[in-house]
C-alpha cells in the first residue's frame, strides 16, 4: 500500500511542527501480549517514511525497556522525530499489579534522569506528567517540570489527564504544550472540560486509545480472546456483558466502512481527526501497533474525510458505551470532574 505523506500540526503555539498522526510505542514492550521486536523496529522506520514524527513512550512502559528499545532509532534521525516520553507511574517488577502515581519534585528529577540515560540522548522534546496526583500542588509538580526546562533536560512540557481547571493552573505555572488523555468514538469525557480549556489556551490535544484499544477496529469483541497477560482483560469495557454491548456499537463504523471501501479502524481515527475541526485545536492522535500493515492502515486515515451525515451517525455511540475506561477512574481526568 501506497502511503501519502502526512500533513503536519503544530504542538502548542510555538512547539513543533510534526505529522498530524503520531505513533504510539507502549505496545512494543509491554501490556497488549507477545511482540515481535524485529517488526517493531520496522515499524519504527517506516512511520518515519511515512510522515510520523510524534513517537510517544513512557517509563512505565515495559519497565523502561520501551524508551530503550527507541533509544537508537531516536538517536539515528534525532534532526527528525520528537520524542515524547511520560513520569508519574510507578510500576515495580517484583509486584507487577503495582500502580503507584509520583508527582513529587524529587521524583520527577529522578525520573527524567532515569528516562533521558535510557534513551541515550540530552534532552526530552516533550515530557509529560503521566497522571496526576492531586495531593501533590500543580505549583509543585508543574514547577518543577519547569526547571527541567531551564535546566536543558526538556523542550516542552506536556499533561495527561487532567481537567480543564487543572490545565489552566498548570499553564499559569509554565506553557502547556500538549495534553494527552483518551479520546475516541468511545470514549468523549475530555470534550466536558479539558477540549474547551485546550482550545482557549492554544495547546495541542494528542489523543491516545484513538482506536479503543483495539476495540473499534474489530480485531476482538471480547478480552477472553486475548492473551492471558493482556491488560484488556482488566478492563471494563472489554469483558462480561460490557463487550457483549459494546460490540453491537460498532455496527455504525461497520456499515460506514463498507459502503466506502475503507476499514474500520479509519473511520475510528477519521472522527479522531476531524475533532480539530469541530473543536477548533490542534488534534494529534498517536494510535499504537507494532505492525507496518496497520500501521498504513492508520496513516491513511489522516486524510479520510467523513461526511456530516456519517459525523451524525456516530455521534450517539460514545453515550451509550458500557463500563468504564479504567477499573480504577480516581487518576483520570474524570475522576476529579
Not at 469541530?278 to 474525510?305: C, D, M, W
Request: proline share 6%; hydrophobic share 45%; aromatic share 6%.
Amino acid at each position: 500500500m501506497t502511503v501519502p505523506v502526512l500533513p503536519t500540526a503544530r504542538l502548542g503555539t510555538d512547539g513543533p511542527f510534526v505529522g498530524v498522526q503520531g505513533l504510539g510505542c507502549m505496545g512494543m514492550s509491554d501490556f497488549y501480549g507477545p511482540t515481535d521486536r524485529p517488526e517493531a523496529l520496522a515499524t519504527l522506520d517506516a512511520a518515519l517514511e511515512a510522515g510520523v514524527t510524534l513517537f510517544d513512550t513512557a517509563d512505565a512502559y515495559g519497565f523502561g525497556r520501551n524508551e530503550e528499545l527507541i533509544g537508537p532509532f531516536l538517536r539515528a534521525n534525532r534532526d527528525r522525530v520528537v520524542l515524547a516520553t511520560k513520569f508519574a507511574v510507578e510500576r515495580k517488577e517484583d509486584d507487577p499489579s503495582h500502580r503507584g502515581i509520583r508527582n513529587d519534585p524529587a521524583y520527577i528529577r529522578a525520573a527524567v534522569d532515569a528516562s533521558l540515560r535510557r534513551l541515550g540522548v540530552d534532552e526530552i522534546d516533550l515530557y509529560y506528567m503521566h497522571r496526576r496526583d492531586p495531593a501533590v500542588p500543580l505549583a509543585d509538580s508543574v514547577g518543577t517540570m519547569a526547571e527541567l526546562v531551564r535546566a536543558g533536560k526538556v523542550r516542552r512540557l506536556g499533561l495527561s489527564e487532567v481537567t480543564g481547571a487543572e490545565l489552566r493552573e498548570a499553564y499559569a505555572i509554565h506553557p502547556i504544550a500538549a495534553l494527552q488523555s483518551e479520546w475516541s468514538v468511545f470514549a468523549r469525557d475530555v470534550e466536558r472540560t479539558a477540549v474547551p480549556a485546550a482550545a482557549e489556551l492554544g495547546v495541542a490535544f494528542v489523543p491516545y486509545s484513538p482506536l479503543g484499544r483495539g476495540f473499534l477496529t474489530g480485531a476482538f469483541q471480547a478480552a477472553e480472546q486475548l492473551a492471558a497477560d493482556d491488560v484488556r482483560r482488566t478492563q471494563p469495557r472489554f469483558t462480561g456483558a460490557n463487550a457483549a454491548a459494546n460490540a453491537e456499537l460498532l455496527a455504525p463504523l461497520r456499515e460506514i466502512a463498507t459502503a466506502r471501501g475503507v476499514t474500520l479502524a479509519q473511520v475510528a481515527l477519521a472522527w479522531v481527526h476531524q475533532r480539530a475541526e469541530v473543536h477548533g485545536l490542534t488534534v494529534v492522535p498517536i494510535p499504537g501497533t507494532r505492525k507496518r500493515s496497520r500501521l498504513a492502515e492508520n496513516t491513511a486515515a489522516a486524510t479520510l474525510r467523513l461526511t456530516a451525515e456519517e459525523l451524525a451517525r456516530l455521534e450517539p455511540v460514545a453515550g451509550e458505551v458500557a463500563g468504564d475506561r479504567y477499573p480504577d477512574m480516581r487518576f483520570t481526568q474524570v475522576g476529579r470532574e
